[in-house]
Structures are given as C-alpha cells and as structure tokens.
C-alpha cells in the first residue's frame, strides 16, 4: 500500500528557492508515476510536474519548465522538487501523488508554500 508524506514548503521571497520532498513510506512495487498538483486558494488544482517512475523521466508545464527540477532518489522512496524563481504567483498548497497499477492514484496532505512580493 502507498503512503505519501510531503514536507519543505514554507515562505520564501519572491526569487528564491524552496526543494520540496515527497517520501512513499509504503510499498514502492507497483508504482509507475509520481508528481506534484498545487492548488491557490479559490483556484483548482493543477499538475506542477511529473515523473514515470521506471526511468526516472520528468515533464514538467509551461509555467514550471526551467525553474523547477523533479529529481528522485535511488530507492525510489522520494520524489524531490527543486522550486527556483518563485514568484507570488507559485503560492499554492503542493500535493504529492503516486500512481499505483492496483490501488489507482493516493495523494499527500499537502504542504504549503507562499512566496511573498
């Protein structure tokens, strides 16, 4: 069974860097994606990036690409999000998620990250 705990959020100024982690303290077999949506307030939830998690190949949207990094570690326990440039516009709550062939798709909590002007 998949477990998703997020942490690294917090409050940054505006041009800084935040690295967000996501660890699957469950099991890892089965899973074949992982990634991060993000939701502001009175918005809907949106993708941020992804990760297949066979070969560790990232995407990334219009917005993220070039200023955030999906990076995972050799376990494949935790997907990493290397936010640079944050801008006002990035603050949201970030949930984590993995994808499960069995168990479908289990979300985070989320962690919350504001990026002051």
């Known amino acids: 069974q998949v477990h998703i705990e997020e942490s690294g959020g917090g409050l940054v100024q505006s041009g800084g860097s935040l690295n967000l982690s996501c660890v699957n303290t469950?099991?890892?077999?089965?899973?074949?994606?992982m990634g991060w949506h993000r939701q502001a307030p009175g918005k809907e939830r949106e993708l941020v990036a992804t990760m297949t998690w066979n070969d560790g190949s990232p995407y990334y949207t219009e917005d993220t690409i070039g200023r955030f990094t999906a990076s995972r570690n050799d376990a494949k326990t935790t997907l990493h999000l290397q936010m640079n440039s944050l801008k006002p516009a990035d603050t949201a709550v970030y949930y984590c998620?993995?994808?499960?062939?069995?168990?479908?798709?289990?979300w985070g909590l989320g962690t919350q990250v504001t990026v002051s002007s």
């Open positions: 469950g099991s890892i077999f089965g899973v074949y994606a």
């Open positions: 998620y993995a994808d499960h062939l069995s168990t479908g798709r289990t």
